[in-house]
């Protein structure tokens, strides 16, 4: 990244949004755990009842922490405003719901997040939204869905898990053209790595429970938009869902974020050199990585993303199931658990989801192992995964 670059995170992360003359000059931003607000006139409560989403009336709409969270989170992703919400998946329904109604139609990119599979194929099938599932690596499938009812494109560029892509700028020309709103989930790159505004994509969403917040201890989620589209979706749907953050939980984010850079740079750089190690490893038969150079869309990875982040899909070169348990039994630093984004490495093996009685197995090889590289020392992780793959 350009210095350049840094230096506006930077003062994104400092300064923006903060008003500490208003708050006793304190540098940490404060927890205003206080669910509504007293107004001193009539006309001063007039006033606020006409803006609910900038004015302090009660903390299911605007509470200060959670703005403070909300003028950052814009900035860092190029929209005029944002929400914040109490998880990821809430910040994709409340998003989606704004901008649907009974006759509409979804493109939504194949193997999207679990819970956005079931948002759009249960939850708004029940309200008669349709919907097509395709794949986006290609914008000619995207073409092909769309009829004059499609009302939004969902993307997720890339996945969590094999990482495919779609090119951000073709979908949000094509979508400009053809009057669809344009979704994101952007969880995987962080603002840090790319940013889905630039190349003219509406609603920008995050699990903040990842990057953003960065600490394995806040589940939460964000919705990125111009000014316009975060009023209707603050209006239509959020404070009707009330999908609001605590403030106490805000004020966790707000502390994550002030090592934003400093985490995501390291995550990525521990993943993309323990990519170029695995990939010349005999146990190992293929490693999905974004910017390693035999991924199937490197050159587009190149062009829209700044980093490819800290997850990294593996295939085991294991003969049985028994290797890919010995594999996983051996490794000591990548913990086992779903999620990633915190400190810890984490490992999600795809075999978990192979062999449960009355349940089909997973879509995707026993073999496959999902890491996710956090803050410890490289040279840790790397021998971590060394020793384990010796046990295969
Ligand atoms: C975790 C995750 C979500 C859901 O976020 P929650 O904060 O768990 O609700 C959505 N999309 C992606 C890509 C994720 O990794």
């Given amino acids: 990244m350009s210095t350049h670059q840094h230096s506006s995170l930077t003062d994104i992360i400092t300064h923006t949004g903060e008003d500490r003359s208003s708050y006793y000059n304190a540098i940490a931003p404060p927890i205003i755990q206080s669910s509504n607000f007293v107004f001193d006139t009539i006309d001063d409560m007039r006033k606020a009842f006409a803006d609910e989403l900038d004015y302090h009336i009660y903390t299911r709409g605007n509470n200060p922490t959670v703005e403070i969270l909300r003028k950052k989170i814009a900035a860092l992703e190029k929209t005029e405003d944002a929400l914040i919400t109490g998880s990821g998946a809430a910040a994709i329904a409340t998003a989606m719901l704004a901008n649907v109604q009974a006759g509409d139609h979804v493109i939504c990119v194949q193997k999207p997040y679990t819970w956005t599979y079931k948002l759009i194929s249960q939850l708004l099938d029940k309200f008669k939204v349709t919907y097509e599932f395709v794949d986006g690596r290609d914008i000619e499938n995207i073409k092909k869905a769309y009829n004059k009812n499609t009302s939004v494109l969902y993307l997720e560029s890339p996945n969590s898990l094999t990482f495919e892509l779609q090119d951000l700028e073709a979908c949000g020309k094509w979508a400009k053209e053809n009057g669809v ?86 995550s990525n750089e521990t993943a993309q050199r323990l990519a170029e190690f695995l990939s010349n490893h005999p146990k190992i038969e293929k490693v999905i990585y974004p910017f390693h150079s035999n991924f199937e869309q490197y050159e587009l990875a190149r062009k829209q993303m700044r980093g490819a982040g800290g997850l990294i899909t593996i295939k085991l070169n294991a003969a049985d199931k028994s290797g890919v348990f010995r594999f996983i039994n051996n490794v000591k630093y990548f913990l086992k658990a779903v999620s990633w984004g915190g400190y810890e490495s984490l490992m999600m093996p795809s075999i978990v989801f192979h062999d449960i009685p009355g349940r089909p197995d997973s879509p995707i090889h026993w073999t496959y192992v999902r890491l996710y590289c956090g803050l410890e020392d490289y040279e840790i992780l790397q021998l971590d995964l060394q020793k384990a793959l010796d046990a295969i």
Avoid: W
């Fill in 181 to 266: 709103i344009t979704m994101i989930d952007n969880s995987h790159c962080s603002p840090f790595f790319q940013n889905p505004a630039d190349y003219g994509i509406d609603i920008i969403l995050h699990s903040a429970t990842k990057y953003i917040n960065g600490h394995s201890d806040v589940v939460a989620g964000v919705i990125c938009a111009s000014q316009k589209m975060i009023s209707k979706i603050f209006e239509e749907s959020y404070m009707v869902l009330g999908t609001i953050i605590s403030p106490h939980d805000a004020s966790l984010l707000l502390r994550g974020l002030r090592t934003f850079t400093l985490r995501v740079e390291k």
